[in-house]
């Protein structure tokens, strides 16, 4: 599996961002789609999650400002960002995980800079 994310960039506090990740190759097998992200110095951390159901789980700093949706058919994730804040600064990664193969795959990591 291969993901490609995109969407990245420098925003105003306040302002919105939309990421978006592609998966290809075995995506058949992939069961969760989701953001992780890390800021400078801390660990990565989950932003959102979701199951191929329709299942989301959020991380208490982004709910009620962050959307996460997904494409089944089609192995698409979204994130939808408002509200943003310099805390959301971080390198944000794609990731897919697949219960057939009990492993994650991971995107290469596209920059989200909140400043004025």
């Known amino acids: 599996v291969q993901l490609q994310a995109s969407g990245g960039g420098l925003v105003q506090p306040g302002g919105s961002l939309r990421l978006s990740c592609a998966a290809s190759?075995?995506?058949?097998?992939?069961?969760?789609m989701g953001w992780y992200r890390q800021a400078p110095g801390k660990p990565r951390e989950l932003v959102a999650k979701?199951?191929?159901?329709?299942?989301?789980n959020y991380a208490d700093s982004v709910k009620g400002r962050f959307t996460i949706s997904s494409d089944i058919a089609k192995k698409t994730v979204d994130l939808q960002m408002n509200s943003l804040k310099p805390e959301d600064t971080a390198v944000y990664y794609c990731n897919a995980y697949s219960g057939v193969f009990a492993r994650d795959y991971w995107g290469k990591g596209t920059l989200v800079t909140v400043s004025s």
């Open positions: 190759g075995v995506v058949f097998s992939i069961d969760i």
């Open positions: 979701i199951t191929n159901d329709g299942n989301a």
